[in-house]
């Protein structure tokens, strides 16, 4: 008869963290049923019940540092009118299907008390993109994709209850949506990335993108906002204005001089004269424009301006479509020189990507505070190095959100874990439209679900290397560095055109990245290849290097006019050329869409005595089945990716057949058989 069996040959051992089991009873649930009116059809989606101080508006703090508010969240699937959905437990595992909480897992763990409780939805539509994969998500319509009651969304009444500690069952009723955007439906794009009326020195604009339609296989339009400056007359066409393009997160119908710490700037805009000061003079108003993007996407509030897997061709979509739009309309000098990139944070990342993969479309960037440069460090995470993205080795929490106190004291306000599973309240697969998740799905490839290839597992933080290792084409220091001088010839092309600024005391620790990408490219380039400005005791945000906002607009005019076919230092077309162009489209969607996620994918296979378990995506855990004459061989056993395994049973002349199952969050269970050989 069957004896003992098997050894994985290579004993790698599999272990599986588990989140603590959260306590018996009470049993708290809400259940909620759908009125009639509020949903059209059966509904894919997600639900999201906060439950916040008695009395307090549940969205007025739905931030991961609110307290001590709870969030649940849970997927539904088929929801329909007459249908109640039940949101109870919460085990930790079940993200997929079951309820995921912060600050607790469990909504058991809810502390008894009194509260308001609400519960919203966000509705997913299924789309098949461009290159077959296939993902269902929540389409922002002119809201800029906030992680909760955009426009449109299902929602209950916010009811007062007593959770008692006793079991207990809420009933709430989906029986009102949130007020759409206020639009006729005649607006070109319909609600899409807004609709807004122009003013003297603000122009609205917004075109149908072909490319990323294509892609989408469904109407995709994109937005800027266009701030022209005083004395600007559209018939004078001979005069013409330099542009500066300030990335940044959705700016709604914002100019781009709202980010300004000068409170009165626009009207000294709107007036063509700078009033003086104790210290300087009156002077008239930069000669500019100044564009900001309306990019709103089903993933976060704006694309972050490159092309990438997930989120589809939005960097083609802003420079080779929207720009040349932009170039037609307006009077703008439509060259290298003339266009310069600028903005903080995520439009810190978005300005120095812009001019790495564009170096023949933009003169240069002054960028601030920057989304990480180098993944080394994704923010204080050491990424290439670390096995968790949540623990440091000797067991400490890794930081997300820290600010000094009064006395210039470092004060702990979230970390990686805290953010990480907060955002899992709000969406699972990368879809919370929050800051992690959005980097997943930026950087990262598409995994075999057709979702964002996670580089950790969100409730454990385990960090997938083999995820991480797709994100290589965006950690922009080794973009830079490993294109230095072949025939990007990026050492060259980029010298002299990169300013970066970052505070030293970056709430999110961005100088790390910055300083990161600083030790790379100088030690290829040299001190002075780019610019780099770091301030101490300076937190997140501000104008570059903490100018006065006249100061830095004069200061990219004086960058302007220095680098004019008749400036000082005039910006040379062999840099401009269009032989460094990176992020190529085709690239991306090669290196990260559907065809190369299935080309990662391999079945088992017997070859002779070593059998090898299949290839699968990073993360996915197996265990393994031998088959010995069709017929089940032993116990199943765990086998890591990678690791061949032996079969070492007694059996002789039979046929033999490894079974592989993969399980991972987000993903399908699948078994894989191998081939049949024999033993
Ligand atoms: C808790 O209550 C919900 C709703 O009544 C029910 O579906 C679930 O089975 C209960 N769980 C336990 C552990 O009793
Ligand atoms: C249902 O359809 C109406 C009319 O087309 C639309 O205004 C409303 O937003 C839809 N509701 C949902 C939840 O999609
Ligand atoms: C909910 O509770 C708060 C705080 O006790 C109270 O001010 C408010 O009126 C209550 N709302 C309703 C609808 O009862
Ligand atoms: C819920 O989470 C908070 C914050 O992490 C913790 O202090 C509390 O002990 C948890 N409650 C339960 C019942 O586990
Ligand atoms: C439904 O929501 C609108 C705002 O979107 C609000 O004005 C109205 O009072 C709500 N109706 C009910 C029945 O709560
Ligand atoms: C520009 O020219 C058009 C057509 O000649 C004219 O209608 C318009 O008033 C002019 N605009 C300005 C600002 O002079
Ligand atoms: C803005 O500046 C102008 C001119 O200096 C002044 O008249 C106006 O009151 C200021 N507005 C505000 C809101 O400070
Ligand atoms: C600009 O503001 C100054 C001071 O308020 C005022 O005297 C001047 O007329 C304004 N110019 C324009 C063009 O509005
Ligand atoms: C763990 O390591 C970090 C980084 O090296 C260090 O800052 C921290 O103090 C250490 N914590 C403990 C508890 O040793
Ligand atoms: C800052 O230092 C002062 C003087 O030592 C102390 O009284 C105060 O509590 C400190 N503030 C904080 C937030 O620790
Ligand atoms: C870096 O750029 C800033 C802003 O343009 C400038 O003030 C500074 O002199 C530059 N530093 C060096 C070393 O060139």
């Given at each position: 008869?069957?004896?003992?069996?098997?050894?994985?040959a290579?004993?790698?051992?599999?272990?599986?963290?588990?989140?603590?089991?959260?306590?018996?009873?009470?049993?708290l649930?809400?259940?909620?049923?759908v009125?009639?009116?509020?949903?059209?059809?059966?509904?894919?989606?997600?639900i999201?019940v906060?439950?916040?101080?008695?009395?307090?508006?549940?969205?007025?703090?739905?931030?991961?540092?609110?307290?001590?508010?709870?969030?649940?969240?849970?997927?539904?699937?088929?929801?329909?009118?007459?249908?109640?959905?039940i949101?109870?437990?919460?085990?930790?595992?079940?993200?997929?299907?079951?309820?995921?909480?912060w600050?607790?897992?469990?909504?058991?763990?809810?502390?008894?008390?009194?509260?308001?409780?609400q519960?919203f939805?966000?509705p997913?539509?299924?789309?098949?993109?461009?290159?077959?994969?296939?993902?269902s998500?929540?389409?922002?319509?002119?809201?800029?994709?906030?992680?909760?009651?955009?426009?449109?969304?299902?929602?209950?009444?916010?009811?007062?209850?007593?959770?008692?500690?006793?079991?207990?069952?809420?009933d709430?009723v989906?029986?009102?949506?949130?007020?759409?955007?206020?639009?006729?439906?005649?607006e070109i794009?319909?609600?899409?990335?807004?609709?807004?009326?122009?003013?003297?020195?603000?122009?609205?604009?917004?075109?149908?993108?072909?490319?990323l339609s294509?892609?989408?296989?469904?109407?995709?339009?994109?937005?800027?906002?266009?701030?022209?400056?005083?004395?600007?007359?559209?018939?004078?066409?001979?005069?013409?204005?330099?542009v500066?393009?300030?990335?940044?997160?959705?700016?709604?119908?914002?100019?781009?001089?709202?980010?300004?710490?000068?409170?009165?700037?626009?009207?000294?805009?709107?007036?063509?004269t700078?009033?003086?000061?104790?210290?300087?003079?009156?002077?008239?108003t930069p000669?500019?424009?100044?564009?900001?993007?309306?990019?709103?996407?089903?993933?976060?509030?704006?694309?972050y301006?490159?092309n990438?897997?997930?989120?589809?061709?939005?960097?083609?979509?802003?420079?080779?479509?929207?720009?040349?739009?932009?170039?037609?309309l307006?009077?703008?000098?439509?060259?290298?020189?003339?266009?310069?990139?600028?903005?903080?944070?995520?439009?810190?990342?978005?300005?120095?990507?812009?001019?790495?993969?564009?170096?023949?479309?933009?003169g240069?960037?002054?960028?601030?505070?920057?989304?990480?440069l180098?993944?080394h460090?994704?923010?204080?995470?050491?990424?290439?190095?670390?096995?968790?993205?949540y623990?440091r080795?000797?067991?400490s929490?890794?930081?997300s959100?820290?600010?000094?106190d009064?006395?210039?004291?470092?004060?702990v306000?979230?970390?990686?874990?805290?953010?990480?599973h907060?955002?899992?309240?709000?969406?699972?697969?990368?879809r919370?439209?929050?800051?992690?998740?959005?980097?997943?799905?930026?950087?990262?490839?598409?995994g075999?679900?057709?979702?964002?290839?996670?580089?950790?597992?969100?409730?454990?933080?385990?960090?997938?290397?083999?995820?991480?290792?797709?994100?290589?084409?965006?950690?922009?220091?080794?973009?830079?560095?490993?294109?230095?001088?072949?025939e990007?010839?990026?050492?060259?092309?980029?010298?002299?055109?990169?300013?970066?600024?970052?505070?030293?005391?970056?709430?999110y620790?961005l100088?790390?990245?910055?300083?990161?990408f600083?030790?790379?490219?100088e030690?290829?380039?040299?001190?002075?290849?780019?610019?780099?400005?770091?301030?101490?005791?300076a937190?997140h945000?501000?104008?570059?290097?903490?100018?006065?906002?006249?100061?830095?607009?004069?200061?990219?005019q004086?960058?302007f006019?220095?680098?004019?076919?008749?400036?000082?230092?005039?910006?040379?077309?062999?840099v401009t050329?269009?032989a460094?162009?990176?992020?190529?489209?085709?690239?991306?969607?090669?290196?990260?869409?559907?065809?190369?996620?299935?080309?990662?994918?391999?079945p088992?296979?017997?070859?002779?005595?070593?059998?090898?378990?299949g290839?699968?995506?990073?993360?996915?855990?197996?265990?393994?089945?031998?088959?010995?004459?069709?017929?089940?061989?032993g116990?199943?056993?765990?086998?890591?990716?990678?690791?061949d395994?032996?079969?070492?049973?007694k059996?002789?002349?039979?046929?033999?057949?490894?079974?592989?199952t993969?399980?991972?969050?987000?993903?399908?269970t699948?078994?894989?058989?191998?081939?049949?050989?024999?033993?």
């Amino acid at each position: 008869m069957l004896s003992r069996t098997l050894v994985n040959a290579l004993l790698c051992a599999t272990v599986l963290a588990r989140p603590a089991v959260p306590r018996q009873a009470p049993n708290l649930s809400v259940q909620i049923s759908v009125a009639e009116g509020i949903l059209n059809s059966t509904t894919d989606g997600h639900i999201q019940v906060l439950f916040a101080p008695a009395g307090t508006d549940p969205l007025d703090d739905t931030d991961v540092t609110s307290s001590p508010d709870y969030f649940f969240g849970q997927n539904v699937f088929g929801l329909a009118t007459g249908k109640t959905v039940i949101i109870a437990g919460g085990d930790g595992e079940s993200t997929d299907f079951g309820v995921w909480g912060w600050p607790n897992v469990s909504i058991d763990e809810v502390e008894p008390g009194d509260y308001t409780v609400q519960a919203f939805l966000n509705p997913y539509e299924k789309v098949t993109r461009g290159d077959g994969s296939t993902v269902s998500l929540r389409f922002p319509c002119g809201d800029g994709a906030p992680g909760i009651a955009g426009y449109g969304t299902p929602i209950t009444g916010a009811v007062n209850f007593t959770i008692t500690g006793e079991s207990q069952q809420l009933d709430l009723v989906f029986n009102n949506i949130t007020a759409p955007e206020d639009f006729t439906g005649s607006e070109i794009g319909g609600c899409q990335q807004g609709n807004y009326e122009d003013t003297d020195f603000q122009k609205y604009i917004k075109i149908r993108s072909t490319i990323l339609s294509d892609w989408w296989k469904r109407d995709v339009y994109v937005g800027a906002n266009v701030l022209i400056p005083y004395g600007y007359d559209a018939n004078d066409t001979a005069t013409r204005y330099p542009v500066v393009y300030d990335q940044g997160h959705w700016p709604g119908s914002d100019g781009a001089l709202s980010y300004s710490s000068n409170t009165n700037i626009s009207y000294a805009w709107n007036n063509g004269t700078i009033p003086a000061t104790d210290s300087t003079p009156a002077r008239d108003t930069p000669k500019l424009i100044i564009v900001t993007f309306r990019h709103e996407t089903p993933w976060y509030d704006d694309s972050y301006a490159v092309n990438t897997a997930n989120l589809g061709p939005w960097g083609d979509a802003i420079n080779n479509e929207l720009i040349p739009h932009i170039d037609n309309l307006f009077n703008t000098i439509a060259e290298p020189y003339a266009r310069i990139q600028q903005g903080g944070s995520t439009g810190g990342w978005e300005s120095i990507a812009s001019l790495i993969y564009r170096p023949d479309l933009f003169g240069a960037t002054f960028t601030s505070y920057p989304d990480s440069l180098d993944f080394h460090r994704h923010q204080d995470i050491p990424l290439y190095d670390n096995a968790n993205a949540y623990l440091r080795e000797n067991g400490s929490s890794i930081v997300s959100i820290r600010e000094l106190d009064e006395n210039g004291t470092e004060v702990v306000l979230a970390t990686v874990a805290q953010e990480n599973h907060w955002e899992l309240t709000y969406g699972t697969r990368s879809r919370s439209f929050q800051q992690w998740d959005i980097w997943n799905a930026v950087f990262g490839a598409q995994g075999y679900n057709g979702y964002p290839l996670e580089p950790w597992d969100k409730v454990t933080g385990e960090i997938y290397h083999g995820a991480v290792e797709l994100w290589k084409p965006f950690d922009l220091s080794n973009w830079v560095t490993s294109n230095w001088d072949n025939e990007l010839n990026l050492g060259e092309v980029l010298e002299g055109r990169i300013f970066v600024y970052v505070g030293l005391a970056d709430n999110y620790f961005l100088n790390e990245g910055v300083q990161q990408f600083q030790a790379r490219v100088e030690e290829k380039g040299g001190v002075g290849w780019a610019n780099f400005t770091y301030i101490e005791g300076a937190e997140h945000g501000g104008v570059y290097n903490l100018l006065d906002t006249w100061v830095y607009l004069e200061l990219l005019q004086q960058w302007f006019e220095d680098h004019a076919p008749d400036g000082k230092t005039p910006l040379s077309p062999s840099v401009t050329t269009s032989a460094a162009v990176g992020n190529k489209w085709k690239d991306v969607i090669a290196h990260g869409g559907r065809e190369a996620a299935i080309a990662r994918q391999a079945p088992p296979k017997i070859d002779g005595r070593k059998v090898s378990v299949g290839r699968w995506d990073p993360g996915v855990k197996l265990e393994a089945q031998w088959y010995v004459k069709g017929k089940k061989y032993g116990k199943p056993f765990a086998v890591e990716q990678g690791c061949d395994v032996e079969f070492v049973g007694k059996e002789k002349k039979g046929s033999l057949q490894l079974a592989v199952t993969g399980r991972k969050r987000g993903y399908v269970t699948e078994t894989r058989k191998s081939n049949v050989g024999s033993c």
